[in-house]
């Protein structure tokens, strides 16, 4: 199923280039983001974790730099029955963490400096498990892919304001232009929304399962969500913001319908129902 969703992902990001080609320079346009569309699919198919992982200056660790952290991650992985992946710290004192790579075999599990110092190593535990749901779901191709197309869609949005759009007969075309501004990033948004609510209820099941304690899971989401809340990451980016266990540039009100995580509040208190289930 979601080797399906990857085709669809790949289908809908290379769509949306193409309009945006179309509308900024007419047919040459399209077959220009036709080829963006496919060199930036290959690209992000085989490098879309170094990508992701520079995007928050992560760096990818030994065991002996962070010893408790690394057995942490290889238990649970020999559980799941996946290969150990590699292991990522981002240089960020506010608690979250993801997943990246294109499978189990190529997989990275980055977390911030600071998650290590806020939650429990219970807690901890239910975070880690979260992120080898995804791996262990194949999501992280998904998310990954996602990420990189969407920051191209939205870089060429932002440059369309800059250059010139011009149609098939040469004339200008600022409307389009503006339009392109506005619409690109939205049409990138939607398009993440669609592959990232229904993802992370699975991850967060199949950390109860994998842990036994999902009250550890729902109470790291909290503490995690709160200090988002009150201290937002550095490095948090739209394009990225998907891949993330917490929303990092989460808001309220109406912005929560545009959110591409479920509601904080709904999440913990699934979790904290199949805590009860399992007295």
């Known amino acids: 199923m ?3 969703k990857t085709f669809v992902l790949i289908v809908a990001m290379t769509a949306v280039l193409v309009l945006i080609g179309n509308i900024l320079y007419g047919n040459t346009g399209v077959v220009l983001a036709l080829g963006v569309g496919l060199l930036l699919n ?5 490098f879309s974790d170094s990508i992701v992982l520079a995007s928050y200056r992560a760096q990818v660790i030994t065991e002996a730099d962070a010893p408790e952290l690394y057995a942490i991650i290889a238990n649970l992985a020999q559980r799941a029955g996946l290969p150990m992946p590699r292991v990522a710290i981002i240089p960020d004192e506010t608690p979250n963490a993801f997943a990246t790579g294109r499978d189990p075999e ?7 400096a600071g998650i290590m110092r806020t939650l429990s190593r219970q807690e901890l535990e239910g975070v880690l498990a979260h ?9 992280i191709l998904i998310g990954s892919l996602a990420a990189v197309l969407a920051q191209a869609i939205m870089f060429i949005s932002h440059l369309a304001v800059w250059l010139s759009p011009r149609d098939d007969r040469g004339r200008s075309n600022p409307l389009g232009a503006l339009a392109i501004y506005i619409l690109g990033p939205l ?7 669609a592959i990232s609510r229904s993802r992370e209820y699975m991850a967060d099941e199949y950390s109860a399962h994998l842990t036994g304690r999902p009250d550890m899971l729902a109470s790291a989401l909290a503490r995690i969500s709160g200090y988002n809340d009150e201290v937002p990451m550095r490095n948090a ?4 913001a998907h891949m ?11 912005f ?6 479920p509601p904080i509040a709904k999440r913990i208190e699934r979790l904290n129902a199949m805590a009860i289930e399992a007295r």
């Open 106 to 112: 190529h997989a990275v599990v980055a977390v911030t």
């Open 237 to 240: 980016q739209p394009s990225t």
């Open 187 to 193: 049409a990138a948004m939607l398009l993440q929304m």
């Open 256 to 261: 929560s319908l545009f959110s591409t995580h």
């Open 131 to 139: 992120e080898l749901g995804h791996v262990k779901h194949r999501d």
């Open 2 to 4: 979601n080797g399906f």
């Open 42 to 46: 290959g690209i992000s198919y085989f």
């Open 244 to 254: 993330m266990i917490v929303n990092p540039l989460n808001g309220g009100g109406i």
